[in-house]
């Protein structure tokens, strides 16, 4: 049986659609044409990852597989009503994936988190915001930076590196990422979309 799922992956992109039968996906773009397509029983390896940011949170899910990537994505905030509604299709149609991929290839696991490329460049931008808090203040000392200039300059400082350090504990690369069996994120995920008593 077809199951169709429709939704905006952002707050300005036209309506995208997903369609789920028992042997896979397909991924249609706002104009109605087919962009991506996997067999589960192809699914080699599922990824599962969120960043957010202000109010708005970017999500991907991603099924790799012999050929290529199947990737759908929902960027939403939170004070958007309309974007709810597109986050619970969103959700809806990777339940579905899940259950698909679960059936077909249930050895397969799914990683949650970002991919270690994005960890070693969040992981990086962290280095470089931790050496330049410390280093600006080293130098000013090295130079003769008058005090007064120096303590102006040490809260800017510090906060550069308090946001460095979080970065580089957060986007650890030699971290392996935690997995769960299909079954386990697509249960997590309905939860999440049940209604609010």
């Known amino acids: 049986m077809m199951q169709t799922f429709e939704f905006k992956p952002g707050p300005i992109a036209r309506t995208v659609r997903v369609e789920v039968d028992g042997i896979g996906a397909a991924f249609h773009d706002g104009k109605g044409a087919l962009r991506a397509r996997v067999e589960f029983s192809a699914a080699r390896h599922v990824r599962f990852a969120e ?56 050895e397969v696991q799914v990683e949650l988190g970002t991919g270690k490329g994005t960890r070693i460049a969040m992981f990086s931008m962290g280095a470089a915001a931790l050496l330049f808090a410390v280093g600006v203040p080293v130098v000013a000392m090295a130079t003769g930076v008058a005090s007064s200039k120096l303590l102006s300059a040490l809260l800017p400082c510090l906060l550069m590196g308090f946001i460095g350090a979080v970065l580089m504990d957060r986007f650890r690369p030699w971290v392996p990422a935690a997995t769960v069996p299909p079954a386990v994120l697509r249960d997590a995920l309905a939860v999440m979309d049940a209604p609010k008593a």
Not at 88 to 105: D, F, M
């Open 51 to 106: 960043l957010s940011g202000r109010d708005m949170v970017t999500r991907w899910f991603d099924v790799e597989h012999g050929t290529g990537r199947f990737r759908i994505q929902c960027n939403s905030s939170a004070l958007n009503e309309a974007g709810q509604r597109d986050l619970a299709q969103y959700r809806a149609a990777i339940r579905a994936i899940l259950s698909g991929v679960a059936a077909r290839s249930p």
